[in-house]
């Protein structure tokens, strides 16, 4: 399994935006699927957005699409979550998971150890 990391997360107005990073300093990202989701207090875990490793296929949850967009740089072995337009309820700790393979359909393997994002209003 990989050992991710997240970044970037914080507090922010609500309005606002963040830019979520996600990384494995053990090998390159470029070869697995990644996906962010999201966990606020008393709530289930929802899957926010995902991309394949090629970048070509994105998924984005109908609660963030139009202000959440998921993109990755193979060449840094960066996948990133730019979150525009934050609101109240965007408030919740960010995961990035990462699956082995080029589709973002399926089970994730490998978790990080998740980013705290804070939206005040």
């Known amino acids: 399994q990989l050992q991710l990391v997240e970044s970037g997360g914080g507090l922010v107005q609500s309005g606002g935006s963040l830019t979520l990073s996600c990384a494995t300093s053990?090998?390159?990202?470029?070869?697995?699927?990644v996906g962010w989701f999201r966990q606020a207090p008393g709530k289930e875990r929802e899957f926010v957005a995902a991309i394949s490793w090629s970048g070509d296929d994105t998924f984005h949850a109908d609660s963030v699409k139009g202000r959440f967009t998921i993109s990755r740089d193979n060449a840094k072995r960066q996948i990133y979550l730019q979150m525009n337009r934050l609101k109240v309820e965007d408030t919740a700790v960010y995961y990035c998971?990462?699956?082995?393979?080029?589709?973002?359909?399926?089970?994730?393997?490998?978790w990080g150890q998740g980013t705290q994002v804070t939206v005040s209003s």
């Open positions: 053990q090998y390159t990202l470029e070869y697995y699927a």
């Open positions: 998971a990462a699956r082995d393979g080029e589709s973002w359909r399926g089970l994730f393997e490998s």
